[in-house]
């Protein structure tokens, strides 16, 4: 008998999501959140994810101590958080396949700045770093799908690989230690009806942390933004076109 939210794919899906993740420092909601979506209720799949993906983004941030970019993190990082909040919020009065559609066209034209060499020369810097943040939370939380810009535009800082990805989890972690709660206070019983399908989805995303993380490594420094950008790109691909299906 099936399992209730559960797909058969759930946990490689989850393996490839963690590595993803511990890679770029997004990804986890980006895969999961679909393919949950096709056994359960949507907005239940986003609660349900919220699970592995707090749990492995804890994970990255453990492996990456001391990587965090603190002045980055308390400009950009609490700007995004909070416009994330924002605009997950408004997310059900402001969805429209128009939003999906720019976003999918920021994050490909953020690969195509790292691939032109364009992103090189780009600095955010005072205030310009807050209103970025603020900016890429809040259209990130009006589609659903804060990480792949949140990583996009910290490519305007000039961090290291690892510096990058544990900032843009750092700051994914402050957005799920507050929308957790709500989540389980809205919806704990459905959440506990899945249990098994989340227990298993966590799981795969710690096993492809513990992956990703070594792929981190392995990955020059000069070849980590042409890896980012690649994945951004096939992410803003896949967002355009499900504007087209909207």
């Known amino acids: 008998m099936m399992l209730p ?25 980006s895969l999961l ?10 907005r239940l799949a986003v609660a349900a994810v919220s699970v592995p993906h707090a749990v492995g983004a804890a994970l990255r941030l453990w492996l990456l101590a001391g990587a965090v970019d603190r002045r980055v993190f308390w400009s950009f990082g609490l700007t995004s958080a909070a416009g994330g909040l924002v605009g997950a919020l408004l997310q059900g009065w402001a969805s429209s396949p128009w939003l999906t559609m720019l976003f999918g066209g920021l ?47 910290l490519l305007g800082f000039g961090l290291s690989k690892e ?26 019983q459905e959440m506990i009806t899945n249990g098994v399908a989340i227990a298993i989805a966590t799981l795969g995303v710690v096993l492809g942390t513990l992956l990703g993380g070594r792929a981190l490594a392995w990955i020059p420094d000069m070849w980590f933004r042409r890896v980012l950008a690649v994945v951004l790109a096939g992410l ?11």
């Open 163 to 188: 510096s990058l990805v544990a900032t843009a989890t750092a700051v994914g972690l402050v957005v799920d230690g507050a929308r957790m709660p709500i989540y389980l206070a809205t919806q704990h």
């Open 5 to 29: 939210g559960w797909c058969p794919d759930m946990f490689e899906a989850a393996v490839l999501a963690g590595a993803l993740a511990a890679v770029t420092g997004f990804g986890i909601g």
């Open 236 to 246: 803003g691909v896949a967002m355009v076109v499900r504007s087209f299906g909207s």
């Open 33 to 42: 959140t679909p393919l949950l979506s096709l056994q359960i209720d949507t």
């Open 107 to 153: 994050l490909l034209f953020a690969a195509g700045s790292e691939f032109s060499g364009l992103a090189g020369t780009l600095r955010f810097k005072g205030q310009v770093g807050w209103i970025a943040g603020a900016l890429s939370g809040a259209l990130g939380g009006l589609v659903g799908n804060q990480g792949g810009l949140r990583s996009a535009a």
